[in-house]
């Protein structure tokens, strides 16, 4: 029920602490898991301004969460997916990526608050289990942060 009022709450956040740009970019919902915040990028609207930056959009998104969650006492988990990159090449950097960028989230959630002995799991999941059916969709490139049920 707690996860329930907080999902309202993300739905419901038309007020000026959420900017437009950052709501299009968000959806939740409800798993045996827990509640499944995933901020995802849009064709033109990347979540990072490079490798290890977050859009201004995303840090004060992050500010938001780290408020919200104060208000319960879950474990926090956060995942990060990439899109395939379009060509084989010597090196496979989806892998780091997606773990550093977990980290990155990770890291602007406990800069606004949020107790680092609150997070269960970090994890960077390359370019496995794609949000669309074509791998190189920039709607694969995204960050799950997960309010877990209790007991988790």
Known sequence: AVLEEIEDSLQGMGDSRISDQA???????????GLVIEIFARPGAPLFTDEDTLQ???????RVMAELF???TNSVAIGAYVRSE????ARETIWD?????????RQQLQEAG???????RVTGHADRSPATSDPMA????RLEI???RTGQ
Do not use: G, K, M
């Open 23 to 33: 709501l299009e970019h968000v959806q939740t919902r409800l798993t045996d898991q």
């Open 146 to 148: 997960v309010l877990l």
């Open 86 to 89: 379009p060509i084989v090449i």
């Open 70 to 72: 104060d208000t319960v």
């Open 114 to 120: 949020l107790d680092t002995q609150r997070f269960r």
């Open 138 to 141: 920039v709607r694969n490139d």
């Open 97 to 105: 990526r997606s773990t550093a960028q977990a980290h990155i989230l």
């Open 56 to 62: 201004p959009w995303l840090v004060a998104f992050s």
